[in-house]
């Protein structure tokens, strides 16, 4: 399975790029000489340029137009999709410094699987985005940046992210408590971001922001045009729509402002740690099906990494094991022998895995192999494993839907939470200088 960030990001790319032949938005046409191509923007040792804000407010534009989202004021949009360039950039700049990179081939793979989403042929693909002048090296690049940022995030944050069973248990009592936990919601959200250790004076700026939206929404305006006017969040060219989200994978501050909303009502101003929230509830809905998941009975090795055992050495290890099993040797007899997991003594038996047991990169491995498969090693914050799966099986899981969910989507909303947080500090810790102002 795929992560799903990566996947939503490279068909969203896909999409607005698409649009964007058909209308013509990033047609290649001849540009006139320009004599200054302005510096706007300088992030560390890189400048963003006139030109290059005005390509990406052009995609914007027809994102928003394709949306039947009101365009928010020229410099408003400006200053929004600035401010995204921005972000993208320390983003990148900090995945080159830290070694993470996108080769080729696994780029040509990524492209591959775009095109058989969406039923094209790569040959059918690269003419639709070249018919109006659209480069598919530009659209390579694209792609490219978006798969960095996705492992970035999924590197920094989501791997690091840890769901206790007390956690799960606590939850769910609170969510009982609510009696809401069989709801979801369709909601739109703004945020107008706190800088981390900010002061009262900036504090206030950013709630007088908050506030000069909702007084825009109270006056009729329309939500979508205000998230893409003042919202801070990454949806924010979208109309702020976070979409569908069940009852217990929402914020306890969210839900408890819109339980008890109507329907496309919007709420006051909330404060979290990350900022102010503007809320519309778009729709509501409860949930009764029974859900089937698909679970995998999963052994594997092991090898942890320190200040003896480097991370080569570890691979190394498991690729010899991999060796014997391949000559017929017994996995649970190599699992007792060199597994540092818990799970060596049973012979490194995980027992059945549900989506979400376990940290992306395992989860990933572990859904490509076939019964009595075992992987080439693979790391994970844990260290380096063999994995094998032994059998799969559709189980009903209704019983355990509430807890399954808990735990997913406590995962989700410390990801969110720590993703806000982390994309904050990496922009505090960079040198960033607006120009867009100069004239």
């Known amino acids: 399975m795929r992560n799903f960030r990566l996947r939503h990001a490279v068909r969203a790319l896909l999409a607005l790029a698409l649009a964007a032949a058909v209308h013509g938005a990033w047609a290649q046409k001849p540009r006139q000489v320009l004599l200054v191509d302005r510096i706007i923007a300088v992030v560390n040792n890189e400048v963003i340029t006139q030109q290059d804000l005005q390509e990406r ?35 990148l700049q900090y995945a080159k410094e830290t070694g993470l990179r996108v080769d080729d081939g696994q780029l040509d793979a990524a492209i591959t699987r775009i095109a058989e989403d969406n039923k094209m042929s790569l040959a059918v693909l690269r ?7 659209i480069s598919f090296g530009r659209f390579r690049e694209d792609v490219r940046s978006q798969i960095v940022m996705a492992r970035l995030r999924e590197r920094e944050v989501d791997n690091r992210i840890v769901i206790t069973d007390s956690e799960v248990d606590n939850f769910l009592k609170t969510e009982e408590a609510r009696g809401s936990k069989s709801d979801e919601y369709n909601l739109s959200h703004i945020l107008v971001v706190v800088p981390e250790n900010a002061t009262p004076e900036q504090i206030q700026t950013r709630r007088v922001r908050a506030e000069q939206a909702l007084a825009q929404l109270q006056g009729g305006a329309d939500f979508r045009q205000v998230a893409a ?49 503007i809320l519309k509830l778009n729709d509501k809905r409860g949930v009764d099906t029974p859900v089937i998941v698909q679970q995998m009975h999963v052994r594997h090795i092991l090898i942890k990494t320190n200040e003896l055992v480097s991370e080569s050495e570890a691979r190394n290890r498991l690729l010899k094991l991999k060796e014997r099993l391949e000559n017929n040797a017994d996995f649970a007899e190599l699992a007792r022998v060199h597994s540092e997991d818990a799970s060596a003594a049973r012979g ?37 494993h063999l994995i094998q799966v032994l059998a799969r099986r559709n189980e009903d899981m209704t019983k355990e839907r509430q807890r399954l969910l808990a735990r997913q989507a406590l995962r989700a909303r410390k990801s969110d939470e720590a993703y806000q947080e982390w994309i904050r500090q990496l922009r505090d810790r960079a040198f960033i200088e607006y120009r867009l102002e100069e004239k």
Do not use: Y
């Not at 003419?127 to 002048?133: F, I, N, Q, V, Y």
């Not at 969210?254 to 404060?271: A, H, P, Q, W, Y």
């Not at 009595?372 to 994970?380: E, H, K, L, N, R």
């Open 348 to 384: 490194g038996d995980l027992g059945w895995l549900s989506p979400g047991d376990t940290v992306p990169e395992f989860e990933r491995a572990m859904n490509v192999l076939k019964p009595g498969q075992a992987s080439d090693p693979v790391q994970t914050p844990f260290g380096w």
């Open 229 to 277: 006017s003042f919202s801070d969040a990454p949806d924010a060219m979208q109309g702020g729509a976070i979409g569908w989200r069940e009852a217990a994978r929402l914020p306890a501050l969210f839900l408890d402002t819109v339980k008890d909303m109507r329907v496309g009502g919007v709420s006051d101003i909330l404060r979290s740690s990350n900022g102010f929230h």
């Open 127 to 133: 003419a639709t985005l070249e018919k109006d002048g």
């Open 57 to 91: 407010v052009k995609m914007a534009v027809q994102q928003l137009t394709g949306q039947g989202t009101p365009l928010p004021p020229r410099p408003v949009l400006e200053k929004q999709v600035l401010d995204r360039m921005i972000t993208e950039h320390v983003q």
